[in-house]
C-alpha cells in the first residue's frame, strides 16, 4: 500500500541551521509522532512535507506523487491534507462560522454538517469571533477545520498545546476515530510526549536537524527501561553484557544514575536489585540526546 | 481565487462596516469645506487603501498567511485573489463614494438655499466633476497599490512598511525632476488640462482614461507579485 507521507533524504539549508538526511514516513492507519527539542528542525520538515518550502535536496512524495512547491498538482494533494499549526491562524476579525465559508470555498469535499457537528462538539459558537478564542478553543477551530473536509491525511503541529487534559483526551479520541478506519494517517509533532503514549504508533526523534531514531512506539514504552542506578552499579551492568555495547545511554545526576537500557525485562531478570522502570517517550528521548552513549 | 475572495471579505466584514460609519460621519465634516467634489474623492481613495493594508497586517497575525498556503491553493492564486479582493473593493469604495456625494446634493436641494453652504451649492459640485474627481482619485489610490502590493507580496506587510515610503519618495523624487513644475505652470500647460477638464464631459473623459490606464497598471503589477511571491519562503 502507498504510504501517506514519504519523506526520503530530505536536505535544507539555512544561514544559521540545516536541516539533512532526513527520512520520513507515514503508512495508512499510523499514528508517526514526530518529536524532538525546539529549533530541532521539526517544523521545517513538516513546512517541507506540505510543500510550504523547496528542499536543497531529497524527497517528499505525498500519497506516492512527488511533491513540487507551487505546482497545480500539489493543490490536488494539500486538498487530501488536514492540517493544524501550532496557532489558530484564522484572522482575529473572522468569526467561527466563517471559517466553514473559506473552508467551502477552499475544499471540494467540505462538509458543512460535519464542521458544525464538530464546532458544537467543541463548545464553539459560529458567532464568537476568533479573537475572543482563548489558544485551546483556537486550537479546537483549526481542528474542526481540518477535520471537516474528510483528510486522508492529517498533519498536527503541536495540535494539543494549550489544550486542558479534558479536551486533550476528546482531541484525541476524535484523532483515534479518524484514523480508525485504516487507510488514514497521522503526523503528529508534539512537544507533549504523554499524548504519543495515548496514541502514536511510532516515534520518529529530530534534533539539530538530523533525525536521531525512528522507532515503533512500543519498543519504547513497553520494552525500553530505565536503570535507576548508584554510580558503582553502572559499570557493572554495562560490563555484564546484557546490554549491548552502544546500546546504552547514561545519564547522571545529583541522586544517581540513570540509564536507559533497550530491553528492561532482561536487565530486571540479570539483576533483580536494580530499580528498572518502564521508559517514557520523553526519558527515552532526554537519554537518548543528552545521555552519554555506552 | 475564490479561496482568497471569500477569506478576505471574511476578515474584512467588520472593519468595512466600521468603515462606511466612520465615511459617513468624516463626508458630513468635509463635504462642508470641500463640497462633494473633494468628499468623494477623499472616501473613494481612503476605503480602498485601508482595506490594503488592513489584509496584508492580518496577513501576518498568527500565521494566517502560512496556514493559508496549507490549503489547495497556489500561490498564483493567492496573488490573483488578493489583487481581486483589492479592486473589488475599490470599486465597492468608488460607488459608495459617489453614491454619498450624490445623496449628500440630493439632501442640500430638499434644504432652503441660505441654509446650503456654498460649497455644497449645486454649481460648485457638478456631477461630471464629483465623477471625475473621484475616479482621479481612485487612479492615484491604485498607482500607489500597483506599487505597495509587490512590495508587500515579496517582503510582508512589517518590512514592506519601511520599504514602500522609501520607493514612494523616489518615484515622487523621480517625477518632480522629470516633470519641471515651474515650466509647467509659466507655460500655461496646469491651466490649460484645467480648462480642457471644464470643458463639456471632458471630466469623464479624463476619469475613464485614468482608470482604464491604471487597469492595465494593476494588472501588470499582479503578475510582477505572483512571480516575486512565488520565491518567499513562510
Keep these: 500500500m502507498t504510504n501517506l507521507i514519504d519523506i526520503e533524504n530530505l536536505g535544507k539549508r539555512y544561514d544559521d541551521f540545516a536541516l539533512a538526511g532526513v527520512n520520513l514516513a507515514v503508512e495508512p492507519g499510523c499514528v508517526v509522532g514526530f518529536i524532538g527539542s525546539n529549533g530541532a528542525g521539526k517544523t521545517t520538515t513538516l513546512k517541507a512535507a506540505l510543500g510550504l518550502i523547496a528542499p536543497d535536496e531529497g524527497t517528499v512524495r505525498l500519497f506516492g506523487q512527488a511533491v513540487t512547491p507551487g505546482s497545480s498538482a500539489l493543490d490536488d494533494l494539500k486538498s487530501r491534507i488536514g492540517v493544524v499549526l501550532d496557532t489558530c491562524a484564522f484572522p482575529s476579525t473572522c468569526r467561527v462560522g466563517d471559517a466553514g465559508l473559506i473552508g467551502r470555498a477552499a475544499y471540494a469535499t467540505w462538509d458543512a454538517s460535519h464542521f458544525s457537528r464538530l464546532l458544537s462538539t467543541f463548545g464553539l459558537s459560529p458567532k464568537k469571533k476568533v479573537s475572543e478564542l482563548s489558544r485551546g478553543m483556537g486550537m479546537k477551530l483549526t481542528l474542526a477545520f481540518a477535520l471537516a473536509h474528510h483528510p486522508e491525511l492529517l498533519v498536527l503541529d503541536e495540535a494539543t498545546a494549550g489544550l486542558d487534559p479534558i479536551a486533550r483526551d476528546e482531541v484525541l479520541d476524535i484523532l483515534r476515530d479518524f484514523v480508525a478506519e485504516g487507510d488514514r494517517g497521522i503526523l503528529m509533532s508534539t512537544h507533549i510526549t504523554s499524548d504519543l503514549e495515548k496514541i502514536a504508533d511510532e516515534i520518529v526523534c529530530v534534533d539539530n536537524g538530523a533525525i536521531v531514531f525512528t522507532s515503533p512506539k512500543d519498543v519504547i514504552t513497553d520494552e525500553a527501561g530505565v536503570a535507576r542506578c548508584r554510580a558503582a552499579e553502572v559499570e557493572t551492568l554495562l560490563a555484564s553484557g546484557v546490554v549491548a555495547p552502544g546500546a546504552a545511554h547514561v545519564m547522571r545526576h545529583d541522586y544517581g544514575t540513570d540509564v536507559l537500557v533497550p530491553d528492561r525485562f532482561a536487565v530486571a531478570r540479570a539483576f533483580p536489585d536494580l530499580v528498572v522502570d518502564k521508559a517514557t517517550i520523553e526519558d527515552y528521548m532526554t537519554l537518548t540526546l543528552k545521555g552519554e552513549s555506552r | ?234
Excluded at chain 2, 489584509?55 to 489547495?72: I, S, V
Excluded at chain 2, 468608488?94 to 436641494?109: D, E, K, P, T
Excluded at chain 2, 461630471?128 to 491604485?142: E, F, K, L, W
Excluded at chain 2, 512590495?151 to 506587510?157: K, S
Design chain 2, 1 to 234: 481565487m475564490k479561496t482568497m475572495i471569500v477569506s478576505d471579505f471574511a476578515a474584512l466584514r467588520s472593519a468595512l462596516l466600521q468603515l462606511v460609519g466612520i465615511c459617513l460621519v468624516v463626508s458630513l465634516f468635509m463635504s462642508y469645506v470641500m463640497g462633494a467634489v473633494g468628499t468623494s474623492a477623499a472616501i473613494g481613495a481612503m476605503i480602498p487603501f485601508m482595506c490594503l493594508f488592513s489584509l496584508a497586517a492580518l496577513d501576518e497575525q498568527n500565521g494566517w498567511e502560512r496556514f493559508r498556503l496549507t490549503l489547495p491553493i497556489t500561490r498564483r492564486q493567492v496573488v490573483f485573489g488578493r489583487y481581486a479582493s483589492v479592486a473589488i473593493a475599490t470599486v465597492l469604495a468608488f460607488v459608495f463614494s459617489l453614491a454619498l456625494s450624490f445623496a449628500l446634493l440630493a439632501v442640500m436641494g430638499l434644504l432652503p438655499a441660505a441654509w446650503v453652504p456654498e460649497s455644497l451649492a449645486p454649481a460648485e459640485n457638478p456631477p461630471a466633476a464629483i465623477v471625475g474627481a473621484t475616479a482621479g482619485s481612485v487612479g492615484i489610490v491604485m498607482i500607489a497599490m500597483v506599487v505597495a502590493l509587490p512590495l508587500i507580496m515579496r517582503f510582508g506587510m512589517t518590512k514592506a512598511a519601511r520599504i514602500v515610503p522609501l520607493v514612494v519618495v523616489i518615484v515622487i523624487a523621480g517625477c518632480v525632476s522629470f516633470f519641471d513644475a515651474d515650466y509647467l505652470f509659466a507655460n500655461g500647460l496646469v491651466s490649460d488640462l484645467v480648462a480642457w477638464l471644464d470643458t463639456g464631459s471632458n471630466y469623464l473623459v479624463a476619469a475613464g482614461a485614468t482608470l482604464a490606464a491604471v487597469a492595465i497598471l494593476y494588472i501588470a503589477s499582479a503578475f510582477l507579485s505572483a512571480k516575486l511571491y512565488e520565491g518567499r519562503e513562510f
